[in-house]
């Protein structure tokens, strides 16, 4: 049984820096397509970025490209999202998610498995 594990949440103020992490249990990390989403308090869950099984494509949501950067390492069965420039109305709790099947996706109903979540604050 897939399980992801987020790590890498934090406090920082605005304008600066957090690298979340995303550990997958499993041989066949290599076949899922990955993606981050957050989920702010009182807001639907949103979309942020996602990667292919191989890593070569990804997409980002509109609101944190340029600043967010997807990355993935298969042979340690990990999922990065790199976050610069971070801004207040970044404040969320960020949940990794894994497609088994190996597609990607902006919808939430796309993917299988989810970790428990990392809080991250931004200060204004």
């Known amino acids: 049984q897939v399980q992801l594990v987020e790590s890498g949440g934090g406090l920082v103020q605005a304008g600066g820096s957090l690298r979340l992490s995303c550990a997958a249990s499993?041989?066949?990390?290599?076949?899922?397509?990955m993606g981050w989403f957050r989920q702010a308090p009182g807001k639907e869950r949103e979309f942020v970025s996602d990667?292919?099984?191989?890593?070569?494509?990804?997409f980002y949501a509109d609101s944190v490209k340029g600043r967010f950067t997807i990355s993935r390492d298969n042979a340690k069965n990990t999922v990065y999202l790199q976050m610069n420039s971070l801004k207040p109305e970044d404040t969320a709790v960020y949940y990794c998610a894994a497609a088994l099947r190996g597609w990607m996706s902006i919808t939430p109903h796309a993917y299988d498995v989810w970790g428990q979540g990392t809080q991250v604050t931004v200060s204004s």
């Open positions: 499993g041989p066949t990390f290599s076949t899922f397509g």
């Open positions: 990667i292919s099984s191989s890593g070569i494509s990804t």
